[in-house]
């Protein structure tokens, strides 16, 4: 397990812009997978993007495909989820994970070992 950070959440207007940080405690064997998780009330957590830090592969759900985009500096060990165009229904808490595994898919499908508490995205008019 290793400590996951969340920030930059918070209420913005439909056709806005928010950028989601993920502070982990840098790319080791156990943060080779990241990604970011989302769960509105009265729905099932959905992966949103995974990336992994070994060849900067990505993996994107449909919803957000081409208006979010999930990036990893690997001078800070942050995971960037920079997020455009929000809809009402990205609505969610957003949670970041950390896998061992360094695949994109195999993240967003299993999710990873560690969990940050997550930072809440209100999109509201």
């Known amino acids: 397990q290793v400590t996951l950070v969340e920030s930059g959440g918070g209420l913005v207007r439909p056709g806005g812009s928010l950028r989601l940080s993920c502070q982990t405690p840098g790319f080791t064997r156990d943060v080779q997978g990241i990604g970011w998780f989302r769960q509105a009330p009265g729905k099932e957590r959905e992966a949103v993007a995974c990336i992994s830090v070994d060849d900067y592969q990505t993996n994107y759900s449909n919803s957000v495909r081409g208006r979010f985009t999930i990036s990893a500096d690997n001078n800070n060990g942050a995971v960037y989820l920079q997020m455009e165009n929000l809809r009402l229904d990205d609505t969610g808490l957003y949670t970041c994970?950390?896998?061992?595994?360094?695949?994109?898919?195999?993240?967003?499908?299993?999710?990873?070992?560690?969990w940050g508490r997550g930072t809440q995205v209100t999109v509201s008019s």
């Open positions: 994970t950390a896998s061992p595994v360094p695949s994109p898919g195999y993240t967003c499908h299993e999710g990873g070992k560690s």
